[in-house]
């Protein structure tokens, strides 16, 4: 099915991250995971072809697909124009302005898979369904101690439970890409930690995992240019000792945090004292 369409309409893909899901099982996996009843609004990032599009709009009251690439935004109004529940968007999904929407499932363009997930979380919605490379799945459902914790994981925990529903083979797309998927489950929800400044917490992230190798006291004052804080070493001296000397891929998120709200507390506190 997927496979004659592109042939009908000589889609080759390769630009834009196009590598179509053309395996109808895991098509209809990922539809099956999002559990769509007839009340759900479903967003669709990079909708290709519609080969999921459609599927989607079979089951959910409406389907408001982004798609970036002119000649597929063509493809998908003459497949879907007499459609009254899907809607079009053409453009860049990291420029659209998202509407409301329930659920969000995608075969992510993998090029923008962070910037468009943090875009993603941070609007209001029930559940994702959403594929990305298997490397980049990984670190976003990673474990302190693991390899693959990163800044992404932690930033993802803050946000939203995460968890792998499937690994996708190259084999289920067309063309072959390079690398394997897998499908993440996202269900955005309250931090399960007190994060007294947001902005500061994930500077604060950024900044100590690009030093992830270096113990926190380190990591802090190696890129103080970036968080800012008057008097470092003296406001090292106040952080938890157990917590700094060791490495930021040794820290749970709820540590991290904790030393972060520590750190804006005596930011604050410099700050307004001097004035
Ligand atoms: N949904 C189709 C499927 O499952 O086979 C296509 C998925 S393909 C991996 C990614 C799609 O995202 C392509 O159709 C591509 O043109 C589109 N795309 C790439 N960058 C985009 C962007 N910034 N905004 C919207 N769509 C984009």
Known sequence: MVRSLLKKYNIKGGTFDQHFLVDADYLNRIV?????????????????????TEKLARKAKKVIAIELDPNLVRVLHDRFDKVENIEIIAGDALKVEFPEFDKVVSNL????????T?????????????????????RMV????????SRLTVDTCYFAD???????????????????????KLVPRHAPFEVKDQAFFMDFVAAVFSQRRKKLRNAILNTNY????????????????DLVNKRAENLTPEELAKVANQLIDLKKSIIENEF
């Open 226 to 241: 970036m968080l800012k804080i008057p008097n470092i070493k003296e406001v090292i001296a106040w952080l938890p000792k």
């Open 162 to 184: 995460a968890s792998i529903l499937m690994k996708v083979p190259k084999s289920a797309f067309q063309p072959v890409p390079e690398v394997d998927s897998a499908v993440i």
């Open 109 to 116: 363009p993998y090029s923008i898979s962070s910037e468009i």
């Open 32 to 52: 099956t995971s999002a559990d769509l009843g007839p009340e759900d609004v479903v967003l669709e990032i990079g909708a290709g072809v519609g080969n999921l």
């Open 142 to 149: 990673s474990l302190p101690n693991c390899k693959d914790y």
């Open 118 to 138: 943090f875009k993603l979380l941070r609007h209001k919605f029930k559940l994702g369904i959403l594929m990305y490379q298997y490397e980049f799945a990984a």
